[in-house]
């Protein structure tokens, strides 16, 4: 048997120069985007006042197959990437598995997490159109510190809203965000309409994804020359995320491995929609047969336990409707959830390859979640972040179904991130205080009910 290495690294001249857009590839594609005023699809020219043109572009893109990267973008990928695919040879001896695991891991830049690959792209897109400023929300903070990055690099102001909670229990999240320079204001505030609205109703609020979200997007369409720009869940984002997986079927091909089982945790989707893209593009041509699985929280489960419906994807009503799996735009995990993934949709490409049977999803616990999340970092020495550790929950249990089989199941998952700024939730399962929480048919009924009623579409 060959012998395969521990780390796979691309060299810059094997770095993918295309992002992959999976939708070209699907043959029902997922039903389109409503504008909130007219319920009728969005145009291009809808999202202008949000989006800068070219990213509106590559949302509503359903054909171009691959997208050249623009060089400034390739370049500054080289200061990070290629991120390393690495073969979890002490899992898998420690699991006494006959499965061989892979990971690709993303967290080997400050952001901490895959989300510096679209926050380089939106915001170069964004500079290039002579925008000045930009706005976004961030719930755990990866996403604000990637956008902050990108930021600073081009010479963009960015404002983040951050949900309260968060900004409370990271403050050196918030100190590395504004280290690259950017604003941050904890949502809600009442520096917006929708902010002030939000606090009226519910004064101890400590926020949540949706309401930043409707902040963010406000302050974009009421000030000059900004935009808002979102880390998950469009369209766009998973086209940039596709880098992760172009860059792994290269990788496995070096090595002559395909996998049998794709895994990533899912939060709005976009790690997930970009590690699976050349395996899904097989799989949707009838070339190949992976299972690609997707993982979440049990107290976020948008996509096991949510509704197939068109929803907004803010708590303020105001960005337009999308269909997905959703748990409702109102939305909120329960305090003790610790873990991340706490978006109540999820990506409208994925809900559909889901929902036609392209794809399987789990839903863990958050004790399992740390459990694996502590067992990995012993045995492959990388502290993971809580959202990654759904991945490694998941891959661990199929690894563990090969024992008993006795099936060596090639397993690849997204390793999407560290855990440094994570150890409040790790000291509440280390002392054993954290508990887990599923939410109740009765609960999510809640949210079910605020789901829109649109004429003709959706009663
Ligand atoms: C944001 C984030 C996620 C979840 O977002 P997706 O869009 O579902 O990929 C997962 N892991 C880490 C480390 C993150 O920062």
Redesign the pocket.
Known sequence: MKNIPHKIYLTEEQMPKQWYNLRADMKNLPDPMLNPQTLKPVTEEDLYPVFCKELAHQELDNITRFVDIPEEIQDFYKMYRPSPLIRAYQLEKALDTPAKIYYKF??NNT?????LNSAVAQVYYAKKQGLTSLTTET?????GT?LAEACAFFGMDLTVYMVKGSYEQKPFRKSIIQTFGANVIPSPSNTTKAGRKILAENPGTSGSLGCAISEAVEKAVTTPDCRYVL???LNQ?LLH?SIIGEESAIAMQLIDEYPDIVI???????????LIGPFMRDKLNGKANPRIIAVEPASCPSLTRGRYAYDYCDTGKITPMAKMYTLGCGFMPSPNHAG??R?HG??PILSKLYHDGYMEAVSVEQTKVFEAATFFAKKETIL?????S?AIRAAIDEAIKCRETGEAKTILF?L????YFDMTAYNSYLEKTMSDYIPTDADLEKGFAGLPHIPGIQE
């Open positions: 993303e967290g952001s901490g997490s895959h989300k719930g755990a903070g990866q996403w990637a880390g998950s869940v984002v995320q990533g945790c899912a939060g709005g989707g976009s790690n997930l929609g970009g991340g993934l978006y999820m990506s993971p972040a809580p959202e990654s759904h997204g999407t991130g560290t855990g």
